[in-house]
């Protein structure tokens, strides 16, 4: 294995998860809409398949460097950071080489396995750390008796394939579900992409043929983010269940949205549509059917990240003007008000089905004009991919604050003083998180047996401190149980953010709910704008 043939490898690799990210996205057993394990995986090993083309004849290390930097800053979501971590392990163990063999493949896998390990605070077995483990120890077993590239890797698959057999037993979520592990599952596939390719069948991702337009590609510098109407690509489809005349969904779709696409015969209707009320055009297609497929993406963030991709721009990192910054990620204009009059200086679009990557956050840290910043995900899923900035910032100390919900970030934010210590507000806002109780009502992505609750795709979801709560297809049926939880429990302090999806009207019905529940309670309601959550609800 010399450069060359590492880039292919990583390339083919890419590839191969990116034609079965669908498959380890559906492995996911918590049916919340969620930045899916799959696709996650999928974007971050796909940013190093730029970096990697343009390199002339690089030698093992500089292929393996290139590899890591990338995924690094490309990480997205948990599972995406732990790749990144296990592909830092490749770039110091193949360090000076200019090629290599089992043992020294051997030896990545196994560098790459102690750095996720040492970056994950408590390390849960039956999942990719698990599987990479394993994976890992047969790898440098085989290579201590035949070194040999592709004996090694055969082995190494192998042996992963039977330790994410394995995590079906040692996860009870997954045990339940009968399903292994998204993240090892990934982590399979990859292997899988890189022999592939040793063996001289470089895997291609399917690409759909587009007719010659007179362009080879968009120029995404002809129109600013801003200028994008509908945010939203949402695509589904739907079991037709009824009579109801597709004719009528069209009209509805073309009264909140444009490039609406609708296709339908006796089995199923196929939407495309870009709206900035996903969650309202889902709703009304349920009344046709089912869903039986769904995906949404954020068209104002893939642009600004295409443009600053084409532009190769670095991120302008601005000298600083005071001793404190903030930045934080949250979706929803109100929200991002909120956030902006508590004092924050960036703020980075994204959260649930929308994780920016460690480069996203990087990007803004780096604009922010002073010598500390405090960053907020405000989702456990960003934690981590916020956390891989510490070291990326040179001059600018970089603390993050682990909030996982929104309530958090903002209850945390009221308890920071600017003329205070950093340690002293490091911990006055870590012990305000833990004040504030979470509640959340979004809709379910798919179907699912879990924690007791037998759950259809559609169905309202109520989280409560992120477990699920309770799910029903009325609304203010879990509103009223989770303003009665709350009264249990005499909180003082009720904030209410009203989603994308809902109208004023109905988010005065759902304040009057816990006004009543909780007649010793103070309750604020504020028109959030987010999406994937009609609710977000805070008590403290």
């Known amino acids: 294995m010399d450069g060359a043939a590492f880039r292919r490898m990583m390339i083919s690799a890419a590839a191969s998860i990116e034609i079965h990210k669908q498959q380890i996205n559906e492995l996911n057993v918590f049916p919340v809409p969620d930045g899916d394990t799959g696709t996650n995986m999928s974007l971050t090993i796909n940013t190093a398949c730029g970096d990697l083309r343009k390199l002339e004849d690089p030698t093992l290390t500089k292929a393996a460097d290139a590899t890591a930097s990338a995924l690094l800053r490309g990480a997205r979501g948990n599972s995406g950071v732990i790749l990144s971590l296990l592909f830092r392990g490749f770039a110091k163990a193949l360090k000076g080489k200019e090629e290599g063999d089992g043992t020294d493949f051997a030896a990545a896998l196994n560098a790459g396995v102690e750095a996720a390990y040492k970056a994950v605070m408590k390390p849960a077995e039956g999942t990719i750390l698990t599987v990479s483990r394993v994976a890992g120890t047969v790898a440098a ?20 394939k039977d330790a994410l057999a394995e995590t079906l037993h040692q996860n009870p979520v997954l045990e339940k579900a009968g399903v292994v592990d998204a993240g090892g599952m990934g982590f399979v596939v990859i292997l899988e992409g890189m022999l592939s390719s040793l063996q001289g069948d470089d895997i291609v991702a399917p690409t759909e043929s ?12 002809d129109f600013s983010t801003e200028d994008i109407t509908f945010g939203y ?33 006796d089995e199923i209707i196929k939407v495309h549509v870009h709206t900035n009320n996903p969650g309202t055009a889902i709703e009304e297609a349920l009344t046709y059917g089912s869903l039986v497929t769904v995906k949404i993406e954020n068209m104002r963030l893939q642009h600004t990240e295409k443009v600053m991709k084409e532009q190769d721009l670095e991120p302008k990192i601005a000298p600083p003007e005071k001793k404190y910054g903030i930045v934080a990620v949250c979706a929803g204009g109100g929200i991002a008000s909120a956030f902006r009059d508590l004092g924050v ?70 308890s920071f003083d600017p003329e205070g210590e950093v340690s002293d507000n490091v911990e006055a806002m870590t012990a305000a998180m833990e004040t504030v109780t979470t509640m959340q009502i979004t809709y379910a992505a798919r179907n ?60 005065q019905k759902a304040a009057a709910i816990f006004e009543k529940r909780c007649p010793g309670a103070e309750v604020n309601l504020l028109n959030g704008g987010q999406p994937v959550y009609y609710y977000l609800i805070a008590a403290e």
């Open 141 to 160: 077993l085989e290579a201590q008796s035949n070194r040999n590239m592709e004996h090694v890797l055969t082995c190494t698959i192998a042996a992963a």
């Open 210 to 221: 587009v007719p010659d337009m007179g362009q080879e590609q968009a120029n995404f510098f």
């Open 233 to 265: 690509c949402t695509e589904f489809i739907i079991s037709r269940e009824n009579d109801k005349d597709p004719a009528a969904l069209r009209e509805f779709l073309s009264q909140m949205g444009d490039s609406l696409v609708l296709v339908d015969d």
């Open 345 to 414: 200086d960036g703020i980075i679009q994204g959260g649930q089905t929308m994780n920016p990557s460690t480069e996203d956050i990087l990007r803004e840290i780096q604009r922010t004009p002073s010598e500390v910043v405090f960053v907020f995900p405000n989702n456990k899923n960003i934690i981590m991919a916020a956390e891989q900035t510490v070291a990326l910032c040179g001059e600018k100390q970089v603390i993050v604050l682990p909030s996982k919900t929104i309530p958090q970030g903002i209850t945390a934010l009221l």
């Open 448 to 507: 699912s047996d879990f924690d007791g609750y037998d759950i259809h795709e559609g169905d309202y979801l109520a989280l409560y401190g992120g477990s699920l709560f309770g799910t029903d297809r009325n609304i203010e049926k879990l509103l009223n149980e989770l303003a009665l939880r709350v009264a249990q429990e005499d909180k003082e302090f009720i904030t209410i953010f009203y989603g994308e999806d809902i109208d004023e009207k109905k988010a």
